[in-house]
């Protein structure tokens, strides 16, 4: 098992910027595929970008494709999601997620993931 604490999260105008970071706990980080997702309120939590254990595939949520990136430092144990251009849609909690695997796939399912840090709320105005 693996905590994640999730920070960067905030208040932007459309059309701006924000740097989500994910921290996790323990020696054994580059075993885990990390996935982001958001929940929006009312709203399913829907995934948003996914990365494999060593940072070497991606995978994103076509609402985002183009604007957020999905990033890792292994030696930080720390997963990032850079959002650009951002839209009022994009407003919501956003998770990072971890599955311990011995592959190098990415995961975009909910269900596919073992450990959720508590959220970062990210609040865009129009």
Not at 62 to 71: Q, T
Not at 92 to 113: E, G, I, L, M, N
Request: aromatic share 14%; proline share 2%; with cysteine.
């Amino acid at each position: 098992q693996v905590q994640l604490v999730e920070s960067g999260g905030g208040l932007v105008q459309a059309g701006g910027s924000l740097r989500l970071s994910c921290a996790a706990s323990g020696p054994t980080f580059s075993m885990y595929a990390m996935g982001w997702f958001r929940q929006a309120p009312g709203k399913d939590r829907e995934f948003v970008s996914a990365i494999n254990r060593s940072g070497g595939s991606t995978y994103y949520a076509d609402s985002v494709k183009g604007r957020f990136l999905i990033s890792r430092e292994n030696a930080k144990n720390t997963v990032y999601l850079q959002m650009n251009s951002l839209k009022p849609e994009d407003t919501a909690v956003y998770y990072c997620a971890a599955k311990f695997t011995s592959d190098y796939k990415k995961y975009y399912q909910r269900t596919d993931y073992d450990d959720w840090g508590q959220g970062t709320q990210v609040t865009v105005s129009s």
